[in-house]
């Protein structure tokens, strides 16, 4: 295309050259001008044109800015998992379930999206499991709400689901006018209890009873609430190495020998951490699938003992500091939270918002003071 044009050009200068001849009579010499003059204005609009196509050949593709790069209506909000069928009309289900060692393992963890660990009362650990794009038909054991539960379940504009709960996780559910279906007052087609695990570690559900009495509720079935960002890609970030990490909530004692700890280790084949429960695989109960995360926050937050009871309050409103762990890196963050419903926000040390890979995330809520045992 250059040859084209210099060559054009040329000739438009050679053109101009011949115009200004004076031995041919005055009579020539014009109609000469003339006819160079209607050379030259075709020449030039053959020149436009020829700029104009090459620019057409050059034209510019701005770079991909991280906006573009995040996920989009194909993929779910929560998790950034590739969806199968409209979800736009289906809300969460957010379900607490039982820790205690007579309950476990869990059924349904592993169809969760995020999945929450708290510790409750007596150094216990409970789940709080984000369902949304897959519908577990077995879910349990199923236990009680708690204050703090709540604060995250208001995060993704729930349906709640638990059995009873404290007096005041009660008042909050009233008060808020949650979206609950609650074991203590839903009917056996919603509830059942099985038999090879002891009251009250025996609860149970699963996604279409709950959705039922989710319609017969008369619930709200579109859903408000705002997701984090999430990449359309995995992305590798910028930390330190994190092979292994272990979350030790009950050291051994004379009446429990082995105490409680759950942990991760990072498989790098398939870029994804394994889950353990005192050292062995966490399984899931229904599919024996063993459970693992994409994306492990570690969200550091006060804790204090309310009762005789055990409860605790959890202070998730605010801000405090943590962990974002992904492809077997980790980085430090900061986390804020303006009140009750308002999402959970993490920034690195630049101030920028975490985004994270598509897939599971687990949430470690663990207290100020619990000593973290990384191996590197």
Not at 132 to 152: E, H, L, N, Q
Not at 214 to 223: I, P, S, V
Not at 307 to 331: A, C, F, P, Q
């Amino acid at each position: 295309m250059k040859k084209v044009l210099v060559t054009m050009i040329a000739l438009m200068l050679l053109l101009s050259a011949c115009s200004s001849g004076t031995q041919a009579t005055e009579a020539v010499e014009t109609q000469k001008q003339n006819e160079v003059e209607a050379q030259k204005v075709v020449l030039t609009e053959e020149i436009d044109k020829a700029l104009e196509e090459e620019e057409k050949e050059v034209a510019y593709e701005p770079e991909k800015t991280v906006s573009d790069n995040l996920i989009d209506s194909t993929r779910s909000k929560i998790s950034g998992i590739e969806l199968t069928e409209d979800m736009t009309n289906i809300r969460p289900i957010v379900v607490m379930l039982d820790n205690h060692y007579g309950a476990r393992p869990q059924a349904g963890l592993s169809e969760a999206e995020v999945v929450y660990e708290f510790l409750a009362e007596g150094r216990i650990t409970r789940y709080e499991a984000v369902l949304y794009s897959k519908f577990p038909k077995k879910i349990g054991p199923i236990r009680s709400a708690r204050p703090y539960f709540i604060d995250k379940a208001l995060e993704y504009d729930s349906i709640y689901v638990h059995v009873g709960g404290s007096q005041q996780a009660k008042a909050d559910i009233k008060n808020l006018k949650m979206a609950e279906v609650d074991g203590l007052s839903s009917g056996k087609n919603v509830f059942w209890r099985l038999s090879h695990k002891k009251i009250p570690h025996n609860m149970y559900s699963s996604t279409e009873a709950i959705r039922r009495e989710q319609a017969r509720k008369n619930y709200r079935t579109t859903y408000d609430f705002e997701g984090n960002k999430i990449y359309m890609e995995d992305h590798d970030i910028d930390g330190e190495d994190l092979a292994s990490i272990v979350f030790r909530y009950k050291y051994p004692s004379k009446g429990d020998k082995t105490g409680y700890y759950s942990g991760y280790k990072y498989d790098t084949e398939k870029k994804v951490y394994l889950r353990y429960v005192n050292g062995k695989a966490h399984t899931d109960e229904a599919s024996n699938i063993h459970l693992q995360a994409k994306n492990i926050i570690v969200q550091k937050a006060k804790h204090k003992i309310l009762d005789n009871e055990g409860r605790r309050d959890v202070s998730l409103i605010g801000e405090g500091e943590g962990l974002y762990i992904t492809n077997g890196k980790m980085i430090p963050v900061k986390w804020t939270k303006a009140d009750r419903r308002s999402r959970t926000i993490y920034y690195d040390n630049s101030g920028n918002e975490v985004t994270f890979n598509p897939g599971v995330t687990w949430v470690q809520v663990v207290p100020t003071e619990l000593e973290l045992e990384i191996n590197q």
